[in-house]
């Protein structure tokens, strides 16, 4: 399969609106350190499945290919923004897979239009798209949100984000299924104050060190994450990245 | 007062995902017939005023001229989906003036950011922003919705926009006041049924002969109005005509 990163950023974004510090200045002047809502597209025998949905360009994407279908992680607006508009368009339902989160966001699930919201996936209950088995697994965070394991049949990947920590169940179903690649929420810089509901980069390593996937991509990346990286003052292991928005991986 | 019109499109915009008729076609060929969601910019005296704020730029619109404030018509996502993002940014707080509606919309009242909800407005008590007078009016709509009457000294602007005909205390403050200027819903085509939420052409040009302002600007247009307009079927009377994204009007 084949795994995009169309968004690596925070709710924010990079750059933040009105703000100066050093990660957005370089933004405003570097597309390439741009950060948009994050989210990912794997495409596997020219299918094409959206994790998450909170771009702003998301209905372009989608005339460039239609996706055969959308997975969310969770309702929160930095995930399914895009949708707010995609819904409206013309064609086939486009299923959309996600938590059981009877509110949602907004008025999506009362307007659905196009999309055809399947009921809320039961955690560790596989799911099947084309050559992939999905299995949704639950994360800590401010509202109802699955990661996902993600194999093709010889490659396992884990999709981890949003969350601070690891429920039990999920670290344990992971250190079993031995992912080779995890992509893992490291949203906040590390400071003294515990984070509420996203990772700091702390903990996803402490995280990802207790995994040992072969590879790692940190991501929902804030601007403060990103102006920390650049005092180089926190190099990171062997075989762990930041992501990048626009980054493709064969894998 | 410089009047500009951001987005002049209905909620699923111009191109239309996923639709081929002719207006989605010729949006997606030549930028100038694109329609982004319907939202304005007031300039008077060096100072922004936005109305609404769905346009999914928003944020970089803001950083190039931080507004003065933003003005909603009302809550649906089309009006306001841009401020999802713009709220976790960065600087002084930016006042947000519009109707009472306790749910709003998403989570954008229990997490505001650097949003200031001002309490909601009330009907014809006008509100005085630098050298505007706004006085909110009233609208036929799925969710409390007002227009605005925009008065700079010299020039008077009614915004009516998400509205189905007029509730009749605004039709009445408006025959008194009497606009120079009208911009207004004409969101579909005309059709043997009657529309529920929004104007059809000739319930905004029925509306726009009793008012009889010098100017209209039709806005809010789906793609099958501009379509059936792209027959020439309905030539428009004088001083009414489509607005288009980006048209500046010094009034
Ligand atoms: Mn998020
Ligand atoms: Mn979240
Ligand atoms: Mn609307
Ligand atoms: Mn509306
Ligand atoms: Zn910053
Ligand atoms: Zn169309």
Redesign the interface.
């Known amino acids: 399969m084949k795994l995009r990163f169309a968004g690596t950023g ?4 990079v ?5 100066d510090c050093p990660a957005c200045q370089r933004a ?1 002047l570097l597309t390439c350190h741009r950060r948009g ?1 994050c989210a990912g597209e794997i495409e596997l025998d020219g299918e094409l499945i959206l994790i998450d949905a909170g771009r ?2 998301l ?1 372009e994407r ?2 460039r290919q ?1 996706p055969a279908a959308i997975l969310l992680t969770h309702y929160h ?2 995930h399914v ?1 895009g949708l ?3 819904r ?4 086939e339902a486009i299923p959309v897979y996600g938590p059981k989160d009877a509110q949602g ?3 999506l699930h009362k307007n659905p239009g ?1 999309l055809d919201f399947r009921p809320g996936l039961k955690p560790f209950r596989p799911l099947t798209l084309g050559g992939l088995t999905l299995t949704p697994l639950p994360l800590n965070h401010s509202k109802p949100t699955l990661g996902y394991a993600i194999e093709d049949g010889a490659q396992r990947i884990a999709w981890l984000c949003d969350t601070v920590g690891l429920p039990g169940a999920t670290e344990r179903f992971l250190s079993e299924w031995q992912p080779h690649g995890v992509v893992i929420d490291a949203t906040h810089p590390d400071s003294s104050d515990t984070p509420r509901n996203h990772n700091n980069l702390a903990m996803a390593l402490e995280i990802i060190e207790r995994l040992d996937p072969a590879r790692t991509w940190l991501t929902h990346i804030s601007h403060e994450l990103d102006a920390s990286m650049m005092t180089g003052s926190s190099p990171l292991p062997v075989g762990v990245e930041l992501a990048a928005d626009g980054l493709e991986i064969l894998v």
Do not use: K, N
Request: glycine share 10%; charged share 25%; proline share 6%.
């Open positions: 925070d709710s924010a974004q750059p933040c609106f009105g703000c405003r809502p702003m360009d209905a989608c005339e239609r607006a930095d923004q707010l508009h995609l409206w368009g013309r064609g966001c907004a008025d196009i």
